[in-house]
């Protein structure tokens, strides 16, 4: 079972990036898809979760409004939108899954992705 993060990059502040984590192994569509990053010298944070159907979304206040998590359960897949980059945004950013419910506890997950570098310039 492997979750495998793509997507990051350097960018500059105002750009996009679209993180992709793709799962191979098994099938997740019954799992939540989380995703959290860590920037240096901090500990890892949430920023963003969907429910195993994807009817219901969260958000962290520091992303909310800039970032969009959403998922294609036929390619097992969850993906992160993110817009208006911001240098405060530079970090490593990892995918997990947890079964059904989302949850904003990086504890709760089950499974993770390597993670995969994005870097936003000022």
């Known amino acids: 079972v492997q979750l495998q993060a793509s997507g990051g990059g350097l960018v500059q502040a105002g750009g996009s990036l679209r993180l992709a984590c793709a799962a191979n192994?098994?099938?997740?569509?019954?799992?939540?898809r989380g995703w959290f990053r860590q920037a240096p010298g901090k500990e890892r944070e949430f920023v963003a979760a969907i429910n195993w159907d994807g009817a219901s979304l969260y958000h962290s206040d520091s992303v909310k409004a800039r970032f969009t998590i959403s998922r294609n359960n036929a390619k097992n897949t969850v993906y992160l939108q993110m817009n208006s980059l911001k240098p405060e945004d530079t970090a490593v950013y990892y995918c997990a899954a947890r079964y059904r419910e989302y949850s904003d506890s990086e504890a709760q997950y089950t499974y993770w992705g390597q993670g995969t570098q994005v870097t936003i310039s000022s």
């Open positions: 192994g098994r099938t997740f569509s019954g799992y939540a």
